[in-house]
C-alpha cells in the first residue's frame, strides 16, 4: 500500500485515509489501491465496519485525477475493469459490510460519489459536497446520477447535478443525507464513536440489513416482501439461522450482554 491510502485496523474497524495532496484526487492507479483495500475488508472475516476519509481537512476529495486526464495520462474507461469501479467501492456490490465516509472538507464528483456510496456519512461543519461534472461535458456515471436522487428529493438531486450547485455540511443532515454534522476537530471521534455503535449489533444482522436496504431499493412494499422471502438474498436467510439470532433472546433474557460469534 503506498501512502495515497493508509490504513489502521483498531480491533473490527478498518480506518482508511484517502492522503494525496493537495486534493485527495482520486487517479486509476489510487482506485485500485482503493479496491485493494476495500476487498481486503470485505474478506477478512474480523472486520466489521470501515471508515473512509481523506487527509488534511480541506478535501475529503476531489474525485477524478482531471490533471493527469487531460495530459492524457489515464484510461477514463479502465475503472470498469476495477472490482468495485471507480474508488473501488462504488460498484463493490460484494462488500455487505457497513461502510462510514467521514466528510473532513469538500467533496467533489468523485469524491462525492465516494461519499454517497458509503451507507452512512458524518461530516464535519465546513464540509461541502457536490457534482460539477456537467459543467465540463461529462455526467456523474460513478453513481452520483442514480444513486443522489434516491438520497435526496429528486428536483433538488437533478439541480445540483445540473448546475453543480454545492450541498453544505448543514443543509444535507437536512435532507437526511448525512447522519451527523460535527466541529471539525471531532469529525473522527464522532465516526468511532458510530463504528462503535454499529459493532454492539451482531454482524450478521448487519450484512443482512444493508443486502435488504440495498437489493430492495426502489421497489414497492409488497415487492420488496417477496424478495426478501424468496431466498435470493443469503445474507437474510443467514442471519436468521445464525447461532447469534439465537445467542441475542438468550443473553436478553439471562440479563447480559450478548457475545456475537459471526456464525
Partial sequence: MSDSVRVTRNGGVWEIVLDRPKANAISMAVSRELSDTFCAFRDDESAQVAIITGGGDRFFSAGWDLKAAAAGEEDTDAASSIEGGFAGLTELWSLDKPVIAAVNGMAAGGGFELALASDLIVAAEHAECWLPEAQIGILPDGGGVIRLQRRIPRALAVEMMMTGRRMSAAEGERWGLISRVVPAADLMDAARALATDIMTSAPLSLRAIKAVVNTTDGMSVEEAYTYMRSGQIPQYRACL?????????????ERRAPVWKGR
Avoid: K, L, T
Fill in 241 to 253: 439461522d445464525s447461532e447469534d439470532a439465537i445467542e441475542g433472546p438468550r443473553s436478553f433474557a
